[in-house]
């Protein structure tokens, strides 16, 4: 994401299994937003946005880049 933070009524975040390797990173940074499947890879429990920055902090952890924060305005 660049320039300024989306607010969180505007933030969405989306996920790539396919890039997922299953490190887990995100439900460790948001459990209420992140969980895994069975097979290990990322599944998303929500798209809607409370904080922003933690979201920010899990594509900032995920090592596969499997996470992306968009704005509702993006889709
Ligand atoms: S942090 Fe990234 S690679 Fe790890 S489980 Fe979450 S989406 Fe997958």
């Known amino acids: 994401v660049s320039g300024s933070s989306p607010s969180p009524g505007d933030a969405r975040v989306t996920t790539d299994p396919s ?7 995100c439900v460790l940074t948001d459990p209420t937003t992140f969980d895994q499947s069975d097979a290990g890879t990322v599944t998303l429990l929500r798209t809607t946005v409370d904080s922003v920055t933690l979201i920010e902090e899990a594509v900032s952890l995920c090592p596969g880049q499997a996470i992306a924060l968009t704005t509702k305005l993006d889709a």
């Open 19 to 25: 890039r997922c390797v299953g490190a887990g990173q």
